[in-house]
């Protein structure tokens, strides 16, 4: 079945610097990869999502890389701010099972950022 | 765009009880689905319809737990018999989209179950 590892102790970073949260799967490609973001006790919430035939996408002070030959996703945040404290979820689809909507989601990395 | 509704937003009760959750997508998409959330685990997958037709339901999905949409629009969860292992988040996520195509998951803001 597949795997996905996300960094599961909190990263810490000063306001001003950029983030970087890896996200790594073990079996099958995907052909998409998404990002969220979830506050605690809310729903996640949609940032990115990228292609398997993309090697990156930006979005304002985000930007994500996906490299299928070392099954791994990378999601920056430049210039963090406090307001960008949350966890953060990688997801896969899942277009080997036949459904390629369903998402797998890893257990996410909580980003503090500090003043 | 007025997001994914989803009610209640706590629900306590003993074991052993029944549960219905329900959701309400955003009004023009027609993919709808059901995840769990415990905590500090991602959200797991427990089925997905389209339109009105349950098109996959996850093996964590015992018999204990129906889900519905009857016409397409709004959904419900109900968890019959419940155990305390049923006790998590469960949130509801919508999404437009052509099949076999990945589009953006809008998720409300959940039901968080509490067995007693």
């Known amino acids: 079945s597949q795997k996905i590892e996300q960094n599961s102790e909190a990263l810490n970073i000063q306001e001003g610097k950029t983030a970087t949260l890896t996200c790594n799967y073990t079996?099958?490609?995907?052909?998409?990869l998404q990002w969220y973001r979830q506050d605690p006790g809310r729903g996640p919430v949609f940032l990115l999502l990228?292609?398997?035939?993309?090697k990156e996408k930006r979005k304002e002070r985000l930007k994500v890389t996906f490299d299928t030959t070392l099954k791994q996703s990378l999601f920056h945040i430049t210039a963090s701010q406090p307001a960008d404290s949350a966890t953060y979820l990688c997801?896969?689809?899942?277009?080997?099972?036949?459904?390629?909507?369903?998402?797998?989601f890893g257990t996410g990395t909580r980003l503090q950022v500090t003043l | 765009d007025t997001g994914v509704s989803q009610n209640p937003r706590h629900k306590i009760t003993k074991r052993g009880q029944n549960v219905t959750f329900r959701c309400d997508p955003i009004s023009e998409h027609n993919r709808l689905y059901w995840y769990r959330q415990t905590l500090g685990q991602g959200p797991e997958f427990l089925t997905y319809?389209?339109?009105?037709?349950?098109?996959?339901k996850s093996r964590l999905l015992s018999d204990r737990f129906s889900a519905e949409r009857p016409k397409g629009s709004f959904s419900t969860l109900e968890i019959q018999r419940t155990e305390q292992g049923d006790s998590a988040m469960y949130l509801c996520?919508?999404?437009?989209?052509?099949?076999?195509?990945?589009?953006?998951?809008?998720f409300g803001d959940g039901t968080r179950l509490s067995i007693l």
């Open positions: 996520a919508s999404s437009t989209g052509e099949p076999f195509v990945n589009q953006p998951q809008h």
């Open positions: 319809f389209q339109n009105e037709a349950q098109l996959e």
């Open positions: 079996n099958y490609s995907p052909a998409y």
């Open positions: 990228i292609r398997e035939n993309e």
């Open positions: 997801a896969l689809d899942m277009w080997h099972t036949g459904t390629a909507s369903k998402l797998t």
